[in-house]
């Protein structure tokens, strides 16, 4: 699986646990970071924590594990750090103070919605 299909395949497992507003931020070409950025938001400290559990989860039982974690101290915004995708999972109103699509605005994004791109 590329880097760009995972980063979809994420995108599914996020709208699985209700997920919404993602994002994925293509930073391939104007960042060493990571290729992709997947970037929710959730309603509750409950919700992010499952939404983190159900990647984590999911992509380990297909050998895919994750390299780093934080934040699941405070539930506030979540990282699962994949290498070549990291995704972040946000309380709402964390995402919007943070704003990381403001930050890489000059990456192209796609929504993942229903599990289909738009």
């Not at 919404?20 to 970037?39: G, M, N, Q, T």
């Not at 995704?87 to 704003?99: D, K, L, P």
Request: hydrophobic fraction near 40%; include cysteine.
């Amino acid at each position: 699986m590329d880097a760009r299909d995972f980063a979809g395949r994420v995108g599914e497992l996020i709208l699985s646990k209700k997920g919404y507003d993602v994002k994925v931020l293509d930073l391939s070409e104007i960042s060493s970071i990571a290729d992709y950025f997947v970037i929710c938001s959730a309603d509750s400290h409950i919700q992010v924590r499952a939404i983190a559990d159900e990647v984590d989860d999911k992509l380990r039982d297909i050998g895919i594990n994750c390299h780093f974690k934080e934040g699941y101290n405070t539930l506030n915004w979540v990282i699962l750090d994949y290498f070549d995708v990291v995704v972040h999972i946000f309380r709402a109103e964390s995402r919007e103070f943070y704003n990381l699509e403001k930050l890489w605005g000059d990456a192209p994004t796609e929504t993942i919605a229903d599990g289909t791109n738009e």
